[in-house]
């Protein structure tokens, strides 16, 4: 994962800060710089989380897109 501010840094900023979180993530598909993301954190233990929780979203997502299908 590159360092530093990333195309959708700036809104996710906005997202973290409204929110009051130390740690955030945001997924953009078909946004107007193209698709991306963009991670925000000051706490490693969180940023070590982050793999296992996506993995969690993938796993629902894609559950309920096959229950939708049937």
Do not use: W
């Amino acid at each position: 994962m590159a360092e530093g501010a990333g195309k959708y840094d700036a809104a996710l900023t906005v997202a973290r800060t409204m929110c009051g979180a130390k740690t955030a993530a945001l997924i953009v598909f078909d946004g107007d710089k193209g698709p991306g993301f963009s991670f925000q954190t000051n706490n490693l233990e969180a940023a070590a989380a982050v793999p296992d929780v996506l993995r969690h979203m993938a796993d629902g997502l894609e559950r309920d897109l096959i229950t939708k299908r049937n």
